[in-house]
């Protein structure tokens, strides 16, 4: 417990001392949002027009003109919800995950977009984070690009793993298995429990799942990995020769995500009547979006300060961090 938490306050120092990644991957999914946010702007003012349904809805909830709004939308304006409000948001996502929904195809390519940036500007976070000390503009974005198409390979073994747990063993736990257990029991509560039992077992499978990956990703970096399998494989072996102190750590982070939920539960706004309400609502969600990003880093950060404290020595990468050349150019350019 004092390796992983030790880990964890070094992850916790590497995130503070790096607020400009935060920012970034802030921006980052500010930029993936904004065209959702102005296409489904585009249609709510196409269907209010200047009627007087658009004077009650800008005041605040309209349940009638919502489900008329409803009832014709198609594309992204089928994710124009009540569970959009708040942490209702929050709670629709979780169920989503759990429940193996699916989503508007819209919906599907901009996270899908989104995962191809993040994938793309990884290796150069956990570079930054590795090194726990700047690496300016060129050495971040080459370190981003020299991971990218190795994070790309073990970006498709991770869809792969995750497509056969949501098409196969989620139905089986779900389907399969719930039925058999359930098929004589006439108690509500036992049913109750047997499902939840099963989310759990399906969370903890999914959990050691992305335990793996993360660490397959911190030990390309750190040593410098070509080959993903082998980054995978390294990442088992490393999980197994030190399962309490990486479970631990990963523990302790997965609090802290629960704490930010926890804190945004409770502050998350209602539907608003307008104004500065409106800008409130904004404000607080944009805060809990942070939130989830500086955990996401803590995540990364912590468990490479774990694997470099086990490894060699904190700060350390194979690899030199990348600079620009030393030529008559780049010193003018300086």
Not at 100 to 117: E, S
Not at 127 to 138: F, G, K, L, M
Not at 188 to 198: G, H, P
Request: aromatic letters at 12%.
């Amino acid at each position: 417990m004092t390796a992983s938490w030790v880990a964890w306050c070094d992850g916790l120092r590497r995130v503070r001392r790096a607020p400009a990644i935060l920012a970034g991957v802030w921006l980052l999914t500010v930029l993936v949002s904004v065209p959702l946010a102005l296409g489904l702007r585009g249609m709510l003012e196409q269907h209010l027009g200047s009627s007087l349904a658009a004077d009650s809805a800008a005041a605040g909830v309209n349940d009638d003109w919502w489900q008329e709004f409803s009832d014709q939308a198609s594309g992204l304006g089928v994710t124009f919800r009540p569970t959009i409000i708040g942490f209702s948001a929050v709670l629709d996502n979780l169920s989503a995950f759990v429940d193996n929904d699916h989503r508007p195809i819209v919906i599907v390519g901009a996270a899908t977009a989104y995962v191809v940036l993040w994938i793309f500007f990884a290796g150069g976070i956990i570079d930054r984070v590795a090194r726990d000390r700047p690496t300016r503009a060129p050495g971040f974005f080459a370190a981003s690009g020299v991971f990218a198409f190795r994070f790309l390979r073990l970006a498709a073994i991770m869809w792969a793993v995750y497509a056969l747990l949501f098409a196969y063993v989620h139905p089986w736990l779900f389907g399969d298995l719930y039925g058999r257990l359930t098929h004589d029991t006439t108690v509500e509560r036992t049913a109750f429990l047997t499902r939840a039992a099963l989310y759990v077992l399906f969370g903890l499978i999914v959990a050691a799942c992305n335990l793996i990956f993360d660490y397959a990703k911190v030990l390309a970096v750190v040593e410098d990995r070509r080959s993903m399998i082998g980054a995978i494989r390294a990442a088992v072996a490393f999980v197994q020769r030190n399962a309490g102190a990486a479970i631990a750590l990963y523990a302790i982070n997965l609090l802290l995500f629960v704490v930010v939920l926890a804190v945004y539960a409770m502050i998350a706004p209602g539907a608003g009547t307008g104004g500065l309400s409106v800008w409130t609502g904004l404000a607080v969600g944009q805060l809990y979006i942070l939130g989830r990003l500086w955990v996401k880093l803590t995540f990364w950060a912590s468990e490479t300060a774990l694997f470099q404290a086990r490894l060699a020595h904190a700060g350390y990468v194979a690899t030199p961090v990348a600079t620009w050349p030393d030529s008559p150019a780049a010193d003018a350019i300086r």
